[in-house]
């Protein structure tokens, strides 16, 4: 639900975690890419990192300390096998965790791929005042969780409360 409240367009960074993906073959990231646009949203950063926690966290760190980002966006690297790492490396770069995220993308999950939805690790949260999100790699996961959570939360006329409303108050000790 929105108001007539003037939308904010947010600058917001992409990555794609994974072993295999390039650019030329890297749907869920163009998929993002396109709905951050489509919602009037400024794509910032696009990029593709190797499933390996000391490349993710090292960029997402200079990502958050950059005041031109206000959002990343992360796909691949949530499942379970023992290269999934981005939860182990954005966890600790984040001073607040958003558990209902997580919580609301596996039971919109569950309706598409039933229990296979326990093997995702999505979460989301606030680090220095950047909020990130971290999806599977697949591109319908992509679609599903901007689709359905994260695009009416970046929508500053979303009723009855949106994140973004929270973003000048985010820093405050």
């Known amino acids: 639900m929105s108001s007539k409240k003037n939308f904010l367009a ?32 400024q794509p910032v950063e696009k990029t593709i990192v190797k499933d390996d926690i000391y490349q993710i966290r090292a960029l997402i760190s200079q990502w958050i ?37 997580g919580e609301i993308f596996r039971m919109l999950s569950y309706q598409d791929i039933k229990t296979s939805t326990m093997q995702s690790r999505a979460i989301a949260g606030v ?24 695009s009416a939360q970046l929508d500053s006329r979303t009723k009855p409360c949106n994140l973004v409303q929270l973003m000048p108050r985010l820093k405050e000790k």
């Open 10 to 41: 947010l600058n917001i960074a992409v990555l794609t975690i994974s072993d295999s993906r390039t650019a030329v073959d890297d749907i869920s990231g163009k998929t993002l890419v396109e709905r951050i646009e489509q919602a009037g949203h």
């Open 65 to 101: 300390i950059d005041d031109k980002i206000d959002v990343v966006i992360t796909t691949g690297g949530t499942g379970v096998t023992g290269r999934d790492g981005t939860p182990e490396a954005v966890t600790p770069l984040l001073d607040k965790v958003l558990d209902g995220f």
């Open 127 to 150: 680090a220095n005042g950047t909020y990130i999100f971290c999806l599977p790699g697949s591109s319908a996961a992509c679609r599903s969780a901007w689709d359905d959570l994260i």
